[in-house]
């Protein structure tokens, strides 16, 4: 089964209009991390926002907000007021367990296109 | 913060050649790094964990002779493809596992900047 699952391979939002990029995960751990990252065309992994399992509020960093409804099991990513260098992959991410030697495990990405 | 410096940035080589991917830790000591692998429009996919001092564990289904992978020191691990195909041609990067204490960096983790591998 899928660890981190992102259903919308490709997403696209007016300028200046929020979107929600979806994300949902499957683990039996009670203290795990959620991530979400950017990644433009460069390649490199821009990190965005974190949510603790034990977090009791949802994460915010500036344009960005994550929606955390542990009993589901989502960890949606909100970008308001989108912008025109918004557009690139974004993937959400998990580490199980507490934060030790683990790796990452990802999604597999959603393509946002920001339009003028 | 905490900086992985992953040289080099892109490279072309023959079908048959080795190719040799740093990552180094700038300002700080790497005892974990893990090794990805990403194809064309997909996801980052594990191939990897080194620890400094010890054999690198693989993921199943990678070739651990094909992918060597060295962690000599606390601040250098590098992925070195043998013999390398044109299936092989993909995107590495890599990543540092960092004590969450330190201050600016993302909650433990943080990123090399990529090699661009392609195999003709």
């Known amino acids: 089964a899928q660890k981190i699952t992102q259903t919308q391979p490709g997403m696209f939002v007016q300028e200046k209009e929020a979107v929600t990029l979806d994300c949902t995960y499957d683990?039996?751990?009670?203290?795990?991390?959620l991530f979400w990252y950017k990644q433009p065309s460069s390649g490199e992994m821009i990190f965005l926002i974190y949510?603790?399992?034990?977090?009791?509020q949802n994460a915010t960093e500036g344009r960005y907000s994550l929606n955390f409804q542990k009993a589901r099991k989502s960890a949606n990513l909100v970008i308001s007021a989108s912008q025109l260098g918004d557009s690139a992959m974004y993937f959400c991410?998990?580490?199980?367990?507490?934060?030790?030697?683990?790796?990452?495990?990802f999604g597999k990405g959603t393509r946002l296109s920001v339009i003028a | 913060g905490a900086v992985v410096s992953q040289h080099p940035s892109w490279v072309i080589c023959k079908s048959g050649t080795s190719v040799k991917i740093e990552c180094r830790s700038l300002?700080?000591?790497?005892?974990?790094m893990f090794w990805y692998r990403q194809f064309p429009k997909q996801s980052l996919m594990l191939m990897a964990t080194s620890n400094e001092g010890s054999k690198a564990t693989y993921e199943q289904g990678v070739e651990k002779d094909k992918f060597l992978i060295n962690h000599a020191s606390l601040t250098l691990s590098t992925l070195t493809v043998t013999s390398a195909h044109p299936e092989d041609s993909s995107f590495y990067i890599c990543?540092?596992?960092?004590?969450?204490?330190?201050?600016?960096?993302?909650?433990?983790?943080?990123f090399g900047s990529g090699t661009r591998l392609t195999v003709v």
């Open positions: 949510q603790g399992s034990y977090d009791q």
């Open positions: 683990t039996s751990d009670p203290s795990y991390g």
């Open positions: 300002d700080f000591q790497a005892t974990t």
């Open positions: 990543s540092a596992r960092v004590n969450p204490s330190r201050q600016a960096t993302p909650y433990g983790y943080t």
């Open positions: 991410a998990m580490r199980e367990g507490l934060p030790g030697n683990t790796p990452l495990v």
